[in-house]
């Protein structure tokens, strides 16, 4: 009775302190709610038709802000030096694993190469129209937890992954000197880019190269990340 | 006809999150978290933001609940 | 009369107050489930719902009615009456660190659940006194 008694103060003293905070938030925005966010977008939509891109937040992402993408792009990168440094994974023989079902197996084989089509589809079109390189990258990671929890002889070669990883973060900070370089500014569009090539696949200069780059590297730590979560403990 | 539907989707989202917070059993509630994710994308798209949409669907509902999914292989349940 | 009050509730005032009370809403319910749960995953499932609440707060505010998706397709050719694309730009940053900094605490926990054995808040009192 006693125990029963405890459960209820708590839940009752925690739903009466987030009501205060969030009265009182709602007390303030209430009376001032905005008619416009910002009148900087109208001005960098003129802007962009110059650039021959014709997904108006790819070029916000990539070329008018690339900067705080470089930014995000070192926020992925320490949480997976992270995750591997919690949870080492180890190569461990495959004896003692249960074989999974056999429609799982071929599904999974039948699906692996369709969903990794279908990433490197997203992360290449992302300049023409829905998708970019976060997007895929995260789609291929998702073929490969599929492979992973379907077959037992699946695994992803650390060496190969890191090569990859360590290419695409190098190649994207070389990007921005050489457009220091030639055009006096980090990370200018260098590569002509006319706007006469609106939607074709070969237009915008710099910023479909640098999607690509980007979804390489957030593939495959995705993928990493989700190796190292994926490993059996010693005593299963 | 939008501000009809918005309200109806956001109300249903509060409803499913309360449920999800106050579930005993963990497989169900990481489940009704990844309702939440798809309520959110619906109303990514009343929103005309098509990019947001697609990651969210990706991220949010996709990698973010099956990395909770893998956690609670490796964390009990109720000790 | 069905048609007034579907034409009140389509103007862009009260869609804005909408979507404040109802982000508001469900911030307050991820904020509940912080404080009362006790298992270490259902923290970080409320932790997210939260992060979901701003987002929808977020783009809510920059929504116009009238105007469509910031990107071409074969009906519009030019840049004009279109949205914001800053907002969503930078929502597409927050949601891809929240997932990142959510993971890293989830294998936080996994180690300490593999050193001692505990996995509820109110036992983890290994610094207390």
Redesign the interface.
Known sequence: MNIKRDISTNAISSFALSALFVLTLLSILLQHIPQKLSSAGDKLLEINAQEGVANAVTTVVVYFRGFDTLGEIAVLFIASFGIGLMLNFQVQNNQNKVKSNFMLQLGARLLFPIILLFGVYVMTYGHLSVGGGFQGGVIIASAVLLMLVSSNHFQLSHRIITLLETFAGVSYVLIGLIGLIVLDSFLGNFLPHSASQLGLLLSGGIVPIIYIIIGIKVGSEMSLIVQNMLQRSDND | ????I??GT??A??VI??V??IEPK?PD??IL?MG??LG?VV??VL??????A???A???T???S???L???K???E?? | MIESILYYFNQTEVIKTIVTLGSMGLFFVGLFGLLSQRHIIKVFISIGIMEIAVFIFFIGLSFQRGLTAPMLGDAHTTFIQMNDPIPHAMILTAIVIGMAVLALGISFAIEYYKLTGKNRLDEMNEMKN
Not at chain 2, 47 to 52: G, I
């Open positions: 006809m939008i501000g009809v918005i309200l956001l109300m989202l509060i999150a309360f999800a917070v963990l509630a990481i978290s939440i994710g959110a109303l990514f929103f005309q933001a098509p990019d947001v697609l990651t969210e990706v991220i949010g996709g990698i973010g099956l990395i909770y893998m956690a609670l490796h964390l009990g109720r000790q």
